[in-house]
């Protein structure tokens, strides 16, 4: 275990909203390449890995209306790391989860977080999975993370995914995989922001599997100054199930997006449904905001925080 700092709660609070290091519930803090502090309870159990970085997260089958806090943070400029996290939640569960990751880089080098999470989730489970990323520091060294998440559930599970990247990640390549049992739905929010040189990929799956199951994307992304984002949402129906991929862009600057959303069905009965649209803000809605006293930076920063809401 490591003390933490100032910087270090800071970065907690920003990523995974834990005031002082903190939160009510089971939390496992990773800091440097260590762990800073852990806490289980009798419902949700963290052990370390044995045979890899990372950890083991079980959730006894029935467990109802607890969080476990999972954050990672750098402060090491140069620190290069792979982590792997698997959940394993018992039937019958509904429970919130919170990760995220930020790096804190004064230095020249590359800091850089890698995270694989796994999640195993039982019949009629519900989770709630919130995920942030954030970069900050003032060293010329860059920031990379590249998250990976595959999820697979059972019959009747649930899982709601909210993703965001605020600020900061010079360079990130994002994979998500679920796979849906009978009956199974999934909903996933991704938020993304990019200025600068930074460069941002999201390449997701979901996987229709199961009679009846169901699956919803929702990607909001502003591009600023030379940044470029490429995002490839793919859903594919084995089975009568319904799938809907919406992708919408704001491109500032000279920014580039590409969206390529895909759809395949394998199934008669199998709806799926895609949506992308990339534009610039609106004149009549900046227009509309200075009238009522913001200037005209105001009126953009307030459209872009709407947006990404």
Request: with cysteine; hydrophobic share 35%; proline share 3%.
């Amino acid at each position: 275990m490591s003390e933490l700092n100032s910087v270090d709660t800071a970065l907690l609070e920003t990523i995974a909203d834990m005031p002082g290091g903190k939160a009510a519930g089971a939390y496992n803090i990773r800091k440097d390449s260590g762990c800073a502090s852990r806490m289980t309870t009798e419902n949700i159990d963290i052990r370390t890995k044995e045979d890899k970085p990372g950890i083991d997260i079980l959730i006894r089958a029935g467990t109802k209306n607890e969080t476990c806090h999972i954050p990672v943070i750098i402060t090491k400029s140069g620190l290069t790391e792979t982590v792997y996290n698997d959940f394993y939640v018992g039937e019958d569960s509904d429970v919130t989860i919170i990760a995220g990751c930020g790096i804190h880089n004064c230095g020249e080098d590359v800091s850089q977080h890698d995270g694989v999470h796994t999640f195993h989730i039982g019949k009629r489970a519900r989770v709630a999975y919130v995920e942030k990323h954030y970069g900050e520091g003032d060293g010329s060294g860059r920031n990379v993370m590249n998250p990976q998440t595959v999820v697979y559930l059972e019959e009747g599970a649930f899982f709601k995914m909210d993703t965001a990247q605020i600020r900061g990640i010079d360079s990130t390549r994002r994979d998500t995989k679920i796979v849906c049992g009978p009956g199974a739905e999934t909903v996933v929010t991704e938020r993304l922001q990019t200025h600068g040189e930074q460069q941002a990929e999201s390449n997701m799956e979901i996987v229709l599997d199961g009679p009846d199951s169901r699956g919803r994307v929702i990607s909001r992304s502003v591009a600023q100054e030379h940044s470029r984002q490429i995002f490839y949402p793919r859903m594919t129906g084995n089975a009568k199930c319904f799938g809907h991929v919406q992708c919408d862009s704001i491109i500032m600057d000279s920014a580039k997006i590409t969206s390529i959303p895909s759809l395949t069905a394998n199934n008669t009965d199998a709806e799926l449904i895609h949506e992308a649209a990339i534009g610039k803000i609106a004149g009549d809605q900046l227009l509309k905001l200075q009238t009522l006293g913001l200037t005209a930076e105001e009126a953009e920063d307030r459209i872009l925080k709407g947006f990404l809401a």
